[in-house]
């Protein structure tokens, strides 16, 4: 079983689950909460600084409202490690950082100690109207926030010892205003912390549609080609752990400044289109314990 | 550093954080936020069954939220495990039971893989009067919802083999109804999760009083002299994990019905009254790390 089986069995079982956030309907608006777990091992390699983990811990759970068109309120960061010399104040810093960067505040936590660091954000978001992974129609454009291989690119540097620049990229900030806009045009979303075809799959699976995606009109990080010469594409597609949002929007609705079109809606399948050639796209990407 | 030391430093950083749950002002009310972190190595002994796990995790958060007078609204489990044969369903089940019993709602979580056992809830609650650490006035009367000794005496029969009975005792109930109804009523709360000595210190500290404690009043569980014979106050007062509300209360309001009063709020200090004699009560307990 790996780390999609078991949401798969969470969702299942918890009827809530299944989006970038649950939801919970509030008097005329929505609440949406969500966690997530880092763990040194998977999530940080050798070079990550403090501020930078305690950055990247709370950016996820804020991707998550960013994802359903919410505005973040609040952030808890749980934490064990073996440690805290100097672990404390810059994971703290970085997570503050990020939290004031979206508009968040964080508001508390709890720390203890294990075997390995791990760090848990929360994060709680208010929408008037969530925009979930369902609501896509056929003849929608798709659409990405930004370009893609951050994390892929960010690792290449980490293993080169491009310690500051690899940092940096870690440090991505959430598509929090993008998706308070996307909130009233967007007919489905999600953030493609997954990977580009996993996401895709799962936003075609809860919209009940197909999507087609154009190889040609993904946008890629400068640098990944240059990293990856010969699987640049194949970085952008199922890497994973990149934080744009991927959404579509009904073609009179769509705006250059929104993000950048790459494919369509169509009524079923999910497709890369490439050197003139349609073939299905392999829901596959990265995934803990794969 | 220990656990408590690690805290302080967080609440000296996070000016929101320092009582059991984060408030947020939130129109006309509250929203109540709470994370809690726990461990194979730490929390759960061997022969502690997959459904007390998520129990046992869910209840400490929705204790938090008892703590403040709030109702408690949903919960998020981010669980991370070596592997996942026969954990997940018992987990679940556990976590939604003790959801449903405080009347909130699973909602969502996250899973992933890791050395070591890890499971971290979430709680959202909501109250209109949060109850917080500080508000205690000298004079006021000192109550407890329940029996000490709780964890004491479960880890006592894990240790034994006596399961069936350590897992009943492991899966608490969180002191929900309690806490809606002492909303009104008291003037400081906390939740007993870090022992009744240090707790007493913390609400003490927060309000700016002294407590006096009568170790006659203190309400053992049934079964923890008997298990402990030599040193079952000694148990009941710094053993920790027990999730009783500890609140202050002025004379006029107090019912019998709201817990039992151990002592009352003088002007500092913190004591504890035994055989005709008042010594301090040593600011110690269980502590992660300590």
Redesign the interface.
């Known amino acids: 079983?790996n780390?999609w089986e078991?949401?798969e069995?969470?969702e299942a079982?918890?009827p809530?689950?299944g989006d970038d956030?649950?939801v919970?309907p509030w008097?005329s608006t929505h609440?949406l909460?969500?966690?997530?777990?880092l763990?040194q091992?998977?999530d940080f390699p050798p070079g990550t600084t403090p501020y930078t983990m305690g950055w990247r811990a709370v950016a996820v759970s804020l991707s998550d409202i960013a994802a359903m068109g919410g505005r973040p309120?609040?952030v808890?960061?749980?934490?064990?490690a073996p440690g805290?010399?100097g672990l404390?104040?810059g994971l703290?810093s970085g997570a503050?950082a990020a939290c004031e960067e979206a508009g968040a505040?964080?508001?508390?936590?709890?720390?203890?100690?294990?075997?390995?660091l791990?760090l848990?954000s929360?994060a709680?978001g208010e929408a008037s109207r969530p925009v979930r992974r369902a609501g896509a129609k056929p003849g929608d454009l798709l659409c990405l926030t930004g370009p893609l291989g951050r994390t892929a690119l960010a690792l290449h540097l980490f293993s080169r010892g491009e310690l500051e620049e690899a940092n940096r990229l870690f440090r991505f900030s959430p598509r929090v205003e993008e998706g308070l806009i996307l909130a009233d045009l967007a007919t489905a979303m999600i953030d493609i912390s997954d990977g580009l075809a996993h996401s895709a799959h799962l936003l075609a699976r809860a919209s009940g549609v197909g999507l087609e995606i154009d190889a040609a009109a993904l946008p890629l990080l400068p640098g990944l080609a240059a990293a990856f010469p010969d699987e640049a594409v194949e970085k952008a597609l199922y890497y994973g752990e990149d934080y744009e949002l991927l959404f579509t929007i009904p073609k009179g609705r769509y705006r250059s400044a929104l993000g950048r079109v790459i494919g369509e809606a169509v009524s079923s399948g999910v497709w890369l289109q490439a050197g003139g050639k349609r073939r299905p796209l392999p829901d596959r990407g990265w995934s803990?314990?794969s």
């Open positions: 079983m780390e078991l949401l069995r969470i079982a918890v809530a689950a956030c649950a919970i008097g609440l909460l969500t966690t997530d777990l763990h091992a998977s309120v609040a808890l960061l749980a934490a064990s805290w010399g404390l104040p703290l503050q505040e964080l508001v508390g936590g709890d720390l203890d100690f294990s075997r390995e791990v848990v929360t709680l803990h314990g």
